[in-house]
Nanobody, 122 residues
Framework: QVQFVESGGGLVQPGGSLRLSCTASGFTLDAYGIGWFRQAPGKEREGVSC????????YYADSVKGRFTISRDNAKNTVYLQMNSLKPEDTAVYYC???????????????WGQGTQVTVSS
């Protein structure tokens, strides 16, 4: 059974940092693209970043470029999202998912995890 588990969320002040982890079980990530998405209350799920597990190619949403960094550890079947200079508008539930293409479109991904809450507030 394919399963993702996200962790690392929490409450942080504006300007702070968090590192999210996304670990897969039930399959090997090597052939996939892994995406991080977020969904704030009342808003649609939006793509934040994605990475190719085979060669490390990564894409970012304009809203997080220069602040967020996605990385991978194939040996641990895990993808990370380092989030720096956090803003209140980054507050959302963050999800990871697997896809066969690299994109920031939620429709291109499946096997969603349960999400981890990130709250940026003073």
């Amino acid at each position: 059974q394919v399963q993702f588990v996200e962790s690392g969320g929490g409450l942080v002040q504006p300007g702070g940092s968090l590192r999210l982890s996304c670990t897969a079980s039930g399959f090997t990530l090597d052939a996939y693209g892994i995406g991080w998405f977020r969904q704030a209350p009342g808003k649609e799920r939006e793509g934040v970043s994605c990475i190719s597990m085979s060669d490390g190619t990564a894409y970012y949403a304009d809203s997080v470029k220069g602040r967020f960094t996605i990385s991978r550890d194939n040996a641990k079947n895990t993808v990370y999202l380092q989030m720096n200079s956090l803003k209140p508008e980054d507050t959302a539930v963050y999800y990871c998912a697997a896809g066969l293409v690299l994109s920031l479109r939620a429709a291109d991904f499946g096997s969603w995890g349960q999400g981890t809450q990130v709250t940026v507030s003073s």
